[in-house]
Structures are given as C-alpha cells and as structure tokens.
C-alpha cells in the first residue's frame, strides 16, 4: 500500500523505524522486536539507509522480509550521496523487482570517518534532484522527505530552508517526516511556516524516547541542533538511576504523542532504534492499546 494512501485516514497514522542489523542473529532478534511491537498495530514502517550506502542489501532485504512475513507497508530509506545516477537507477529498479513502492528519498549525510563533501560526477548534490529523479523513471512510487522543524544545520537561513524544503515537494514528494523534536511548539511552528508556504502535504511528526543518558549525548550528536528543553533537562537531572533516568524519557515521549494526537497531527514517526520495552511503555502509559485509538 502506498503511505499517501494510509495517511488520508481521518486518524493520525504510527510509523515504527528501524535499522538493518548487521549480523544474522541481529535480524532474528529484530524480527521478534517487530512481532511484538505488531500488537500497536502500526500504520507502517520504515527502515533505514547507512551512511553513503552501506547496508544498500541489507536495507533492501529487511524492507521486503517486514512485507512478506509482517504483512506491513514499508519504507525504504534512499540517500543520495555517494551515488551516480546510474548506482541509484539500478538499486531502484531492485526495490521495484522486491515490490517496494514508498522511499524516504534523502541526501545523506558525509560517512563517518570523513569530513570533506565529495561530490560525485553524475550524482546529486540535493535531494531535490533525487525526488525529482525517482517521479520521472518511476512514477508510481510514493516519495516522503526530511523535514527538520528545529533546523538543518547546513542551512542557518530558516527562509531558505523552507524554500528548499517547498522545492521537495513541489518536484513530487507526497509527504515530509521531521526529524525528532522534544519541543513539540517547535513541531507546530513548522508545520504553520510550511503552511505559509504553501507546503500542503501531511507533515509526520518524528519522535524518539530518550532512555539512557548515553542515549541523549549520541542524539544531541544525531540530530544537529536539536533543542533539549531546560523542563527536561532538570527532570534527567533528577533521575537517580537509569530505571529512573528511562522512566523520565517514556514519560515525555508519552506527553509528546498525548499532545500531538489531540492537536490533530497526521502522523507520528516513532525511531525505535531496534527496541520495543520504551515504545510499548509509552502507549500503556497512555492507556492506549494500539495506533486504532488514536
Ligand atoms: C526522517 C529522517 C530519516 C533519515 N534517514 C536517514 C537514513 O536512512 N540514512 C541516512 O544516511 N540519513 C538519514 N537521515 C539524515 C539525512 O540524510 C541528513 O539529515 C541530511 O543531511 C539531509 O538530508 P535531506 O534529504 O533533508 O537533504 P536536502 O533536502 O538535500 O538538504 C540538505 C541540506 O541542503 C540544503 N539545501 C537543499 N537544497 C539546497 C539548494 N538548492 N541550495 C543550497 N542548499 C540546499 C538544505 O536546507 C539542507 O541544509 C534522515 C533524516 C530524517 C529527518
């Protein structure tokens, strides 16, 4: 099923992401993880790209496995970097022969390791160009974006941000997934400077639990220029273990997504990061059973 279809539903979508493991136990032990996250009955789910391309196979192989023996959409996460026009043409006529239909159509980021941008002959510099690659050889493909409420931090001018994010989706992208945000006022103001900019797609919302303390340092690395509220700074601060430290990430998740979903947001991104303990807490916290009661 295409995403755009699920997210015309009149309630607010659950999209669980997830990485390729890289050993074979890794993808057994994430198969169990993803059958007993099934029980939130998820919209869909999306699986990640390594940087420059490096789990290209495994990313492919773990998309169709979730589709076969889940019985569940998913995304394949594409970057751009790295590639020629020609790697990429053939890795997507692969997911077309794997019957994968929805990519989150991304740059990338520099591989770690490096630190100068190497441009590719034949390549593309943005992932504009890549959206608009994708709608001319393979039209009927559901294209999502990155959208990044708190800033992206090559772009310090926030005017043109959203020009180049306009420019995403105005070259065929049906929907934007943002980057984690633990502001959800930050989230709300994205979406209304989208809106003025005559962004009209959903806008999914990405949030991720923080659970341990080595957890937020490796994420205020992840996602540059991530804002962490002083609130709940002062509530970490407070937490006199990591039961604690947990019990304070899943408490604000749960008050991210209890806000989100009665403002009407169209869909929640949740980066499980290969766990499932944190995110079936939040919802029990929440009392809710599954991604229905929304
Ligand atoms: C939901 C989500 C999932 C992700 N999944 C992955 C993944 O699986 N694998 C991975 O490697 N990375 C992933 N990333 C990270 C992403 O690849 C990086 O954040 C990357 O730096 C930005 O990607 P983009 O697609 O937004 O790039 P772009 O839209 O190309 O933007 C990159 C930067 O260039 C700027 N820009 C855009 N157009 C122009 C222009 N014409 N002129 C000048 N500047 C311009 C933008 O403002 C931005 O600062 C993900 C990010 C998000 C939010």
Redesign the pocket.
Known sequence: MLVKEILNSNRPSLSLEFFPPKTKAGFDKLFQIISNLMQLKPSYASV????GGSTRDDTANLVVQIQKDMGLTVVS?L?CVGSTRDELMSILEKAAEGNIENI?A????IPEGETVWKQIENGFD???DFVSFIKKNYPHICIG????PEG?P??PNRL??IE?LK??VDAGADYI???LFLDNRNFYDFCERCELAGIHVPVIA?VMPITTRKGMIRMAELAEGACFPACLLRSVARAENDEYFEEVGIHWAAEQLLNLVNNDVHGI?LYTLNRSRAILQIFKSLGIRDATQF
């Open positions: 990640t790209y390594g940087a996460h970057t989150l991304l740059r990338g980021d943005y992932a504009v974006v990155a959208g990044f992206h090559l772009t043109k941000e180049y420019a995403k997934v943002t980057q990405g991104h």
